[in-house]
């Protein structure tokens, strides 16, 4: 194996484990997220509620529910920065690849969680449920984003795609996939 395909399959895997680790984080966000709809009750007054400035709103707003808000909400709001931090390490580790597509995943992914964050801090700050609803949706779409790039590192990581080793077989990928079980021969 050449050192330039050993650094490409290395990129590829990092990729991988943090595509895999933010659909895990969007994962468990969404179930705090629930938790924190059904369970919680957030205070009419707090630091943001209605600010006139959405952007000092925002500041308070998050820096209170992390620091002094309910629980559930705090761990919701936590869990949304550390999903801003995976997206920006796939974007970086995206850059590297060779396509654009893992890039344009990975930029979408992003864009789509910080809308998602933006919505939820208007959601604490102003209530209205349209911020929730387009919150849910932008959690989706970057749901969708990081399955797509982790399926497009999977198969940058193994080399070649399924289909394209189906069509047209060599020995050493049935060899390393362990065909032994099918009685097909492979020449």
């Known amino acids: ?87 920006l390490a796939s974007i970086a580790l995206a850059r590297r690849q060779d396509g654009r597509l893992a890039l344009t995943l990975s930029v979408l992914g992003a864009l789509a969680i910080v809308g998602a964050g933006f919505n939820g801090v208007s959601f604490l700050d102003y209530g209205h449920a349209f911020s929730s609803m387009i919150m849910a949706g932008l959690w989706a779409l970057a749901l969708a984003c990081y399955l797509a790039g982790a399926i497009l590192a999977a198969r940058q990581f193994g080399g070649r795609s399924l289909s394209a080793s189906m069509a047209a077989p060599d020995s050493a990928w049935a060899a390393r996939e362990s065909w032994s079980i099918w009685p097909i021969y492979v020449g």
């Open 1 to 87: 194996m050449t050192a330039a395909v050993t650094a490409r399959a290395s990129r590829a895997a990092r990729l991988l484990a943090v595509n895999v680790v933010a659909c895990a984080l969007l994962l468990i966000q969404y179930l705090l997220g629930m938790v924190v709809n059904v369970y919680v009750v957030l205070p009419g007054r707090h630091p943001g509620a209605g600010a006139s400035g959405y952007f000092t709103g925002a500041v308070s707003g998050l820096d209170w529910v992390i620091s002094d808000g309910p629980g559930w909400a705090a761990a919701h709001a936590a869990f949304g920065l550390a999903l801003a931090l995976a997206a």
